[in-house]
């Protein structure tokens, strides 16, 4: 959980695991609102967000077909 005060920004590193499947507020990360991927080094991607309140979840991905 974060949350980001009145006219901020922050930067987000999440501590997933390679090949994670990142939601926000329940929906995958790619299509949340106001949150936009920056960066990955090592496994862990840097997001960027404006105010407001995120949850964010990091799963790994299920290895069944």
């Known amino acids: 959980t974060v949350n980001v005060p009145a006219n901020?920004?922050?930067?987000?590193?999440?501590?997933?695991?390679?090949?994670?499947?990142?939601?926000?507020?329940?929906?995958?990360?790619?299509?949340?609102?106001g949150v936009a991927k920056r960066s990955e080094v090592g496994g862990r991607p840097t997001y960027e967000v404006g105010a407001g309140h995120y949850e964010f979840d990091c799963a790994e991905r299920s290895g069944r077909n």
């Open 8 to 33: 901020a920004r922050a930067l987000i590193e999440l501590p997933s695991p390679g090949g994670a499947v990142v939601t926000e507020g329940g929906i995958p990360v790619s299509q949340a609102k």
